[in-house]
């Protein structure tokens, strides 16, 4: 029998999924090996007392970071609203730098990755995190590299991960180094999950969250893009329309926006494209037209390289409202009604 020890630790506000998810997964290694491999998880709180959820749910820790511990070969922080009250906590950040020192990996579920963040851990490291805190951690810990489209990230001993139902992907990944390949693909049938996700977190983020400065030049520009999708723009056009050069007009609209014109141009034909493929059942052909693609094969190259899935698989996943077709994790093909 083999056995791998791995801690989670728990905080005021943690959510609750970061921790199930994963646990449930390892769980089911040692029910589907009949006992022959197995994780043994202990909870490890940030105080002496039950710790609420953020979903309000309360959970008694099997120890502290101030109590002996056994040697774990995997440690696991989940994210969580109350991360930002705990990750520069010293007791935290201590137990956490000694354990990357002892463990064989350590992983950030979600926001987690703070925490390691003020511990030291990421210095150098690619991570990731959810889409929403990305800018944040950037900001944070500016030596670390962090990648706001990926799933997970695994460098070194380090595992990052994006939000929630991520903590599910990398403790399939976990699963598939330690037992092999076989074993996470059975697991990923039970939980009725895939064994990997196609394409990365723009899946799921909005595209286009940039706003131009009210009634400024910028927003003029960004208003009249939005509004004419389906036609042929450059930064010379778009520069005569506001009466500015076309340098002055990309220097002012990176500065209010964060980007260039064109390449908000392009995310919004793809922001736009989305709503079409979830919300309506025009055909590819139609949606490319109306969102200023030149033709359909133009739409899929854009989503395929942005989004990494293609228009049909995209609209089959997200679609509201009609009839879909999803793959379940053994590869079969579902109708949903």
């Known amino acids: 029998?083999?056995?791998?020890?791995?801690?989670?630790?728990?905080?005021?506000?943690?959510?609750?999924?970061?921790?199930?998810?994963?646990?449930?997964?390892?769980?089911?290694?040692?029910?589907?090996?009949?006992?022959?491999?197995?994780?043994?998880?202990?909870?490890?709180?940030?105080?002496?007392?039950?710790?609420?959820?953020?979903?309000?749910?309360?959970?008694?820790?099997?120890?502290t970071i101030f109590d002996p511990c056994p040697e774990f070969d995997t440690v696991i922080m989940p994210g969580g609203l109350g991360i930002f009250d705990v990750y520069s906590d010293s007791a935290l950040c201590d137990w956490l730098r000694a354990q990357g020192k002892r463990c064989r990996r350590i992983a950030a579920v979600c926001n987690g990755v703070f925490a390691f963040g003020a511990a030291g851990l990421i210095e150098g490291k690619s991570v990731t995190t959810h889409w929403m805190d990305a800018v944040h951690l950037g900001e944070s810990f500016p030596s670390a590299f962090v990648d706001p489209d990926q799933i997970h990230v695994k460098d070194g001993s380090v595992y990052t991960t994006a939000g929630v139902t991520a903590g599910i992907d990398l403790s399939l990944l976990m699963?598939?180094?330690?037992?092999?390949?076989?074993?996470?693909?059975?697991?990923?049938?039970?939980?009725?999950?895939?064994?990997?996700?196609?394409?990365?977190?723009?899946?799921?983020?909005?595209?286009?969250?940039?706003?131009?400065?009210?009634?400024?030049?910028?927003?003029?520009?960004?208003n009249y893009l939005?509004?004419?999708?389906?036609?042929?723009?450059?930064?010379?056009?778009?520069?005569?329309?506001?009466?500015?050069s076309p340098r002055n007009l990309s220097r002012l609209f990176t500065k209010e926006t964060g980007m260039p014109p064109m390449t908000f141009l392009a995310d919004a034909r793809i922001d736009a494209a989305r709503r079409f493929l979830e919300t309506t059942d025009q055909s590819i052909k139609e949606i490319s037209?109306?969102?200023?693609?030149?033709?359909?094969?133009?739409?899929?190259?854009?989503?395929?390289?942005?989004?990494?899935?293609?228009?049909?698989?995209?609209?089959?996943?997200?679609?509201?409202?009609?009839a879909a077709t999803r793959t379940a994790p053994d590869g079969a093909f579902v109708k949903e009604d």
Not at 21 to 37: I, N, R, Y
Not at 231 to 244: D, F, G, I, N, P
Request: contains cysteine; proline residues 4%.
């Open 175 to 222: 699963i598939e180094e330690d037992f092999g390949k076989k074993l996470a693909i059975d697991v990923a049938k039970y939980l009725v999950v895939y064994l990997r996700r196609a394409g990365g977190q723009s899946q799921f983020s909005p595209l286009l969250d940039v706003q131009g400065d009210v009634d400024s030049q910028v927003e003029a520009v960004q």
């Open 289 to 322: 037209h109306r969102c200023g693609f030149e033709n359909p094969d133009g739409l899929r190259r854009v989503f395929v390289k942005r989004l990494a899935i293609s228009p049909g698989e995209y609209r089959s996943r997200f679609r509201s409202g009609v």
């Open 1 to 63: 029998m083999r056995k791998i020890i791995v801690g989670m630790v728990l905080f005021p506000g943690f959510q609750l999924l970061d921790i199930a998810g994963p646990k449930d997964a390892f769980a089911q290694v040692k029910v589907l090996t009949a006992g022959e491999c197995e994780y043994e998880m202990l909870t490890i709180g940030t105080t002496r007392s039950p710790l609420l959820s953020s979903s309000g749910l309360t959970v008694i820790p099997d120890r």
């Open 226 to 244: 939005l509004a004419n999708l389906h036609q042929t723009h450059c930064l010379t056009s778009l520069a005569a329309r506001v009466h500015m």
